[in-house]
C-alpha cells in the first residue's frame, strides 16, 4: 500500500510538474507576442513616413535632371543612397528577427510535441473525458505551432529575397554616374534610374505589407495564447 501511494505521488507531482511548465511556457509566448505587436506598431508608422519621404525624393530626382540642375541632382541622389543604406540596414535587422521567430517557433513546436505525447499518453492510461479533451486541445496547439513555423520560414525567405535585391539596386544607382544630357543616353540613364528607384520603392512597400500581415498574426497568436492558457487553467 505504502508503495503505490509513493508511486501514485510520483505520477502526481509529474503532471503538476508538467502542468505548471505549460503554463510558464504559455504566458511567455503572450509577453513575446505583445511585445512584437508594439514593435511592430512602431516599425509600421515609421516605415510609412520613410516610403512617403523616398516617393517625394524620387520625383525632386526627375524634376532636377528634367530642368537641368545638376548640384541638385547630384545631391537628391546622395540623399536617396543614404536612404536606401538605412533601409538595406533595417532589412538585414528584420532578417536576424525573422530567424529568431523561426528558432522560437521551432522551440514551440517541440514543446507542443512532447505535451501531446504526454496526454496521449494519458489517455492510453487513464481515458476519462477530461483526458481525451486534453489530447484533443494539445494536438490543435501542435497543428497551429506547425503553421506559424511555416508562415515564419516563409517570411524568413521572403525577406532574404527582398532585401538581396535591395542591394542590387543600390549599388547600380551608386554605379551610375549621372550626367545631364538632352540626348538619348542621358534620357535613358534618367529612365533606368527611375525604374529602379521605383522598385525599390515597391521593396519598402512590400515590408510595410509584411509588417502588416506580421502584426495580424501577432493577434491571432495572442488570442490563441489566451485560449492555451484557459486550457491550462483547467487542469
Same mark, same amino acid.
Given at each position: 500500500?505504502?508503495?503505490?501511494?509513493?508511486? #501514485?505521488?510520483?505520477?502526481?507531482?509529474?503532471?503538476?510538474?508538467?502542468?505548471?511548465?505549460?503554463?510558464?511556457?504559455?504566458?511567455?509566448?503572450?509577453?513575446?507576442?505583445?511585445?512584437?505587436?508594439?514593435?511592430?506598431?512602431?516599425?509600421?508608422?515609421?516605415?510609412?513616413?520613410?516610403?512617403?519621404?523616398? =516617393?517625394?525624393?524620387?520625383?525632386?530626382?526627375?524634376?532636377?535632371?528634367?530642368?537641368?540642375?545638376?548640384?541638385?541632382?547630384?545631391?537628391?541622389?546622395?540623399?536617396?543612397?543614404?536612404?536606401?543604406?538605412?533601409?538595406?540596414?533595417?532589412?538585414?535587422?528584420?532578417?536576424?528577427?525573422?530567424?529568431?521567430?523561426?528558432?522560437?517557433?521551432?522551440?514551440?513546436?517541440?514543446?507542443?510535441?512532447?505535451?501531446?505525447?504526454?496526454?496521449?499518453?494519458?489517455?492510453? #492510461?487513464?481515458?476519462?473525458?477530461?483526458?481525451?479533451?486534453?489530447?484533443?486541445?494539445?494536438?490543435?496547439?501542435?497543428?497551429?505551432?506547425?503553421?506559424?513555423?511555416?508562415?515564419?520560414?516563409?517570411?524568413?525567405?521572403?525577406?532574404?529575397?527582398?532585401?538581396?535585391?535591395?542591394?542590387?539596386? #543600390?549599388?547600380?544607382?551608386?554605379?551610375?554616374?549621372?550626367?545631364?544630357? =538632352?540626348?538619348?543616353?542621358?534620357?535613358?540613364?534618367?529612365?533606368?534610374?527611375?525604374?529602379?528607384?521605383?522598385?525599390?520603392?515597391?521593396?519598402?512597400?512590400?515590408?510595410?505589407?509584411?509588417?502588416?500581415?506580421?502584426?495580424?498574426?501577432?493577434?491571432?497568436?495572442?488570442?490563441?495564447?489566451?485560449?492555451?492558457?484557459?486550457?491550462?487553467?483547467?487542469?
Amino acid at each position: 500500500m505504502k508503495r503505490f501511494n509513493f508511486t #501514485y505521488c510520483i505520477v502526481f507531482c509529474f503532471f503538476i510538474s508538467t502542468a505548471n511548465a505549460q503554463f510558464v511556457r504559455n504566458t511567455k509566448e503572450v509577453i513575446d507576442n505583445k511585445k512584437e505587436i508594439k514593435t511592430n506598431k512602431a516599425q509600421l508608422e515609421k516605415d510609412f513616413k520613410q516610403l512617403h519621404s523616398f =516617393k517625394s525624393k524620387i520625383n525632386a530626382f526627375e524634376n532636377a535632371f528634367i530642368n537641368h540642375n545638376n548640384a541638385k541632382l547630384k545631391r537628391i541622389k546622395a540623399d536617396l543612397l543614404s536612404d536606401m543604406k538605412r533601409e538595406i540596414a533595417q532589412s538585414e535587422r528584420k532578417i536576424t528577427q525573422d530567424q529568431k521567430e523561426v528558432k522560437r517557433s521551432k522551440s514551440e513546436l517541440r514543446a507542443s510535441k512532447r505535451e501531446a505525447k504526454l496526454s496521449r499518453r494519458d489517455v492510453v #492510461y487513464r481515458n476519462t473525458k477530461k483526458q481525451r479533451r486534453e489530447y484533443a486541445d494539445d494536438v490543435r496547439d501542435k497543428r497551429d505551432d506547425k503553421r506559424d513555423l511555416r508562415d515564419d520560414q516563409r517570411d524568413l525567405a521572403f525577406q532574404i529575397s527582398r532585401t538581396n535585391r535591395q542591394k542590387e539596386i #543600390y549599388r547600380s544607382i551608386k554605379a551610375y554616374n549621372l550626367v545631364i544630357s =538632352k540626348n538619348k543616353s542621358g534620357k535613358h540613364k534618367l529612365a533606368t534610374n527611375t525604374k529602379l528607384l521605383r522598385e525599390f520603392a515597391k521593396t519598402m512597400l512590400a515590408d510595410i505589407n509584411a509588417t502588416k500581415a506580421e502584426l495580424k498574426e501577432d493577434h491571432k497568436e495572442v488570442r490563441e495564447d489566451r485560449r492555451e492558457r484557459r486550457e491550462d487553467r483547467r487542469i
